[in-house]
């Protein structure tokens, strides 16, 4: 029998302080290849602080981060793409006076070897990267359903698509690892719905690897394999998202332990986001 695949992402003990708060906590978990791995937990629990570190805008105070094998502590922040790690934000950083080819060819600079006249002056080597970008673009045009909205300004498009538009510019990357913090952040239960079916898409036909903060519960229980759950930046649990959204802990963790002993059931299997965080935001007060 051969041995089980290396973990393609590796946390080890991350501890993170910023001032005098400690917000991460002896933080340790594997995510394996194309696995599509979910960081739930309380506003305040440290997810986006995590994602933070991962993407390299913190460095941990202690502790270890390593991407195939490879120690991403010694990685630059701008260095992720070339090893093909992507991200998204909570908030939209699309440049709303372009079109929806222009953002998403966006994603392809680390590709683009061109200097700085050269682009100015769209020439040469610019002229035939800037071609060939666009031409690599248009399947994840397709992919993601945006060929209906290629040539509008990103300020004429509703909400929903530009979220779609900030995930292919992501893509663009042409990444192996995919980080998303709350894709789904702002939209109505049809939009959730409907990008969900995206991301799903782009995974599967791409074959990325994903790790997803979100707070919409149905969003994590119908596309997560694994649910890390973080509470005071400390792991409570991993395990399959069902079974970790009604696991005690989490359910104390996200109502406070006076709410859950009261009404175990106050949570049902996709609501524990906002109850929660009131609750949880209720009791500290």
């Not at 506003?43 to 913190?58: D, E, F, H, P, Q």
């Not at 900030?166 to 980080?179: D, G, I, S, T």
Request: hydrophobic share 45%; glycine share 10%.
């Amino acid at each position: 029998m051969s041995a089980p695949a290396a973990p393609l992402l590796e946390v080890r003990d991350v501890e993170l302080r910023i001032g005098g708060l400690h917000i991460l906590r002896g933080v340790t978990f594997d995510v394996r290849e194309h696995e599509f791995f979910t960081v739930i937990g309380p506003n305040g629990a440290g997810k986006t602080s995590l994602l933070n570190v991962l993407s390299r805008i913190y460095r941990p105070t202690t502790g270890s981060v390593a991407f195939d094998g490879r120690s991403l502590l010694d990685v630059s922040r701008t260095g992720l793409a070339d090893l093909g790690i992507a991200r998204t934000f909570q908030n939209l950083a699309l440049f709303e006076h372009m079109d929806v080819m222009d953002n998403v060819v966006l994603g392809r600079q680390r590709l683009m070897r061109s200097g700085v006249l050269t682009g100015a002056v769209w020439w040469g080597r610019a002229h035939r990267e800037e071609t060939e970008a666009r031409q690599a673009c248009e399947p994840l045009i397709d992919l993601l359903g945006l060929g209906a909205f290629l040539n509008r300004p990103i300020r004429d498009l509703p909400y929903g698509i530009k979220k779609r538009i900030e995930l292919a510019r992501a893509l663009a990357v042409e990444p192996r690892l995919l980080l998303l913090d709350e894709p789904a952040a702002g939209m109505n239960d049809e939009e959730t719905d409907e990008l969900a079916g995206w991301i799903l898409t782009a995974k599967q036909e791409l074959g990325l690897t994903v790790v997803m903060i979100e707070h919409d519960m149905g969003m994590v229980t119908r596309l997560g394999d694994r649910a890390l759950v973080l509470d005071f930046g400390t792991v409570v649990t991993i395990e399959a998202p069902r079974a970790a959204i009604a696991d005690p802990r989490v359910i104390r963790a996200y109502l406070g332990d006076e709410t859950a002993a009261a009404d175990p059931t106050a949570t049902g299997n996709v609501a524990l986001d906002i109850p929660g965080d009131r609750a949880r935001k209720a009791k500290r007060a």
